[in-house]
């Protein structure tokens, strides 16, 4: 808390009770940043804001709001003119209703802040609908006013905290007529129950494993730029790509999940939780794992084959006495499937 910023001061209305809160972004971006620059000498490019009557440069203090008529003359709206909105919510997130939080359609959701209490005496109020949300198990719905309009939003508990998730107005919500497919399509059993098999390999992973592999491959992108070592290699793009029927993707991409050969010599799915390799640092180290393979020792090689010949002896002792088998024609086996 002591690091974040706050964005707005208020109160929550909770019948009479009144909770002073700041609002904190509860989410930050962790995006690459990249600057504009003019492609013919890489100078920076800068957006400068310009008066059109006196035309010159103005500075943010001398900028304000106005609104456009549409005829194009500018009415000017001063925050003392906002502070006069005849609404309750100018300064108030208003608690409307609650209800519970699966009943939320998770297409509304937007923004997420932390509500963290105003002042001391906020302390109480503030623990008392902490509580009576998580007795509840419900969410709060409230309306709130920021950034020029008036927002819908949703209280939850997040740990010891309230956040406030906005909400989109449910009329701004498109309904998805005529994006489903239009034609029949009739499933099988062993398709569905390949697809419940899938679902639960892949389910192994968590949240907490994710990450943002673009950011990771930018950034050593950059790191190469700044080092002036070659750029990384683009995967090439896939040709000649094997057409399966359902069932056997299916079947396959189990397999695959599970780290399991599919028996046709094909690529498995990455690993899940692999780390990627870090961007490489700048001071211009390269790595040495050629190096060490050409260097490992070639007793390894003939310690192997000498390996492989005993086995060999040792084998056809064992059966050496032994009546030959019958031979029979050879037939592929097959590859082990779960029952549908």
């Known amino acids: 808390m002591l690091h974040m910023r706050s964005i707005w001061n208020g109160v929550i209305s909770f019948g009479l009770v009144r909770i002073?809160?700041?609002?904190?972004?509860?989410t930050e971006s962790h995006s690459v940043p990249f600057r504009e620059i003019h492609t013919e000498d890489g100078?920076?490019?800068?957006?400068?804001?310009?008066?059109?009557?006196?035309?010159?440069?103005?500075?943010?203090?001398?900028i304000s709001?106005?609104?456009?008529?549409?005829?194009?003359?500018?009415?000017?709206?001063?925050?003392?003119?906002?502070?006069?909105?005849?609404i309750p919510t100018a300064?108030?997130?208003e608690i409307v209703t609650f209800v519970p939080e699966d009943s939320i359609d998770p297409l509304q959701m937007?923004?997420?802040?932390?509500?963290?209490?105003?002042?001391?005496?906020?302390?109480?109020?503030?623990?008392?609908l902490r509580e009576a949300l998580k007795r509840g198990n419900r969410v709060a719905i409230a309306k709130f006013a920021l950034r020029g309009r008036e927002r819908l939003g949703m209280l939850r508990v997040v740990g010891d905290a309230i956040a406030l998730h906005?909400?989109?107005?449910?009329?701004?919500?498109?309904?998805p007529e005529g994006i489903a497919p239009d034609a029949d399509v009739t499933l099988h059993d062993k398709e569905l129950n390949l697809a419940d098999d899938l679902v639960d390999a892949l389910s192994e992973v968590g949240l907490e494993d994710l990450r943002d592999e673009y950011r990771e491959a930018v950034e050593e992108v950059v790191a190469a730029k700044i080092s002036g070592e070659a750029l990384p290699e683009a995967p090439a793009p896939e040709r000649g790509v094997e057409v399966l029927d359902l069932t056997t993707a299916?079947?396959?991409?189990?397999?695959?999940?599970?780290?399991?050969?599919?028996?046709?010599?094909?690529?498995?799915?990455?690993?899940?939780?692999?780390t990627r390799s870090s961007p490489k640092e700048t001071g211009g180290r390269k790595s040495t794992s050629k190096a060490e393979k050409k260097t490992a020792s070639p007793e390894g090689k003939s310690t192997s084959k000498t390996g492989r010949a005993e086995k060999k002896r040792a084998t056809a002792k064992s059966t050496a006495g032994k009546?030959?088998?019958?031979?029979?024609?050879?037939?592929?086996?097959?590859?082990?499937?779960?029952?549908?």
């Open 20 to 26: 002073p809160i700041k609002l904190v972004n509860a």
């Open 43 to 62: 100078g920076r490019i800068r957006h400068r804001k310009f008066c059109e009557l006196e035309d010159r440069e103005v500075t943010a203090q001398e």
């Open 65 to 86: 709001r106005g609104y456009e008529e549409a005829d194009g003359t500018i009415i000017p709206i001063t925050d003392d003119d906002l502070a006069h909105l005849p």
């Open 91 to 93: 300064r108030t997130i």
């Open 110 to 128: 937007s923004a997420a802040y932390y509500l963290a209490a105003g002042r001391a005496p906020a302390a109480r109020p503030y623990t008392l």
């Open 166 to 175: 906005g909400l989109l107005w449910p009329d701004e919500v498109r309904a």
């Open 250 to 274: 299916l079947e396959r991409s189990v397999r695959a999940v599970r780290g399991e050969p599919d028996g046709t010599g094909g690529e498995r799915l990455p690993q899940r939780g692999a």
């Open 323 to 340: 009546a030959p088998s019958k031979k029979t024609p050879a037939t592929k086996t097959p590859s082990r499937k779960r029952p549908a």
